[in-house]
């Protein structure tokens, strides 16, 4: 995996990491399990387009509407 993709996925939270700040340079130490190394790689093979749906379903609440059917 990139190294831009893993900086940028901890910089957003979205991995366990911790960056080492009382040295220089400052190495982010990266560590994850078998499960965690499945949903990183299914992270990375999601498009953008997909992302940026779920999120877009997500923050108007279109994503709950949907699932229920009308009455």
């Known amino acids: 995996m990139p190294a831009s993709t893993l900086h940028r996925w901890a910089k957003r939270g979205l ?38 749906h779920q999120r877009w379903k997500a923050q108007t609440g279109l994503g709950a509407a949907a699932a229920v059917e009308p009455s």
């Open 15 to 52: 991995l366990k990491a911790r960056q080492l700040v009382d040295r220089y340079p400052k190495y982010w130490i990266i560590w994850a399990d078998a499960d965690e190394l499945s949903r990183l790689m299914a992270l990375r093979q999601r498009s953008v387009s997909d992302m940026l």
